[in-house]
């Protein structure tokens, strides 16, 4: 096992995505309230890129765990979201009420505004409820890496995401592409790269700091 190295790198990235099946352990009627997972932190294969036209392929696996996620925002009240809009409050249809780990998965009780209030809020509610709509997303800024790269060939380079900060959760009628990011997103959050020492280090540091500057 190749000895690993913690340092700071000043490279950011934007508000990341990712979509999830959606896996709806209760719901009430009466209180609004709709139980779901957010996030199993299953691998999913995104992809950077080299030059105009070349995508190298890597492995993102989110650790999931009560050290890896600050679910600071999420209980303080994180939005529900339509389709990651967040340019308008109309878009915002439920409010996070809980949010916690358990069994290596995300979870969440969101509630939705009493009915008659918002036109959006009561027809996702009965769009979910009658199981219409079937995906979730989360959306989440990274705080902190480690990468293992491709020990050889026909491998990827592998990078968990040990530290993260889930923003907000949407409703969506398809999961967000893996390989996407939220290109339009304005803010950039501070990344520690964990890597080996020396060549890996630097090469990290600069994948990211161009991802971040590309998605910006």
């Known amino acids: 096992m190749t ?48 030059g105009w036209d070349t995508a190298v392929p890597f492995d993102e696996i989110l650790v999931v765990s009560e050290r890896a996620l600050d679910l600071t925002r999420m209980n303080l009240g994180a939005p529900v979201l339509d389709s990651h809009s967040r340019w308008s409050t109309f878009s915002q249809i439920a409010v996070v009420e809980r949010a916690w ?12 505004p009493k009915a008659g209030i918002d036109l959006a809020a009561d027809r996702m509610f009965g769009l979910v409820s009658d199981k219409i709509i079937k995906n979730v997303s989360v959306g989440y800024s990274i705080d ?24 907000e959760i949407s409703f969506v009628t398809v999961p967000a592409d893996p390989g996407a990011q939220v290109r339009s997103s304005e803010a950039t959050f501070p990344l520690s790269i964990q890597s080996a020492a020396g060549h890996g280090l630097r ?10 500057r590309r998605f910006a």
Do not use: C, H
């Open 101 to 112: 780990i358990e069994k290596g998965e995300g979870w969440a009780t969101i509630r939705f």
């Open 203 to 212: 090469a990290a540091r600069m994948r990211m700091a161009e991802e971040a």
């Open 144 to 167: 902190k890496i480690r990468v293992e790269e491709a020990a050889k060939k026909g491998e990827v380079e592998k990078i968990f995401v040990e530290r993260w900060t889930p923003n």
């Open 3 to 50: 000895k690993l190295e913690l340092r700071k790198a000043p490279a950011s990235l934007p508000m990341q995505v990712r979509g999830q099946d959606l896996n709806v352990s209760s719901i009430d009627a009466d209180a609004r309230t709709v139980t779901l997972v957010f996030t199993t932190g299953a691998a999913v294969r995104r992809l950077r890129y080299t």
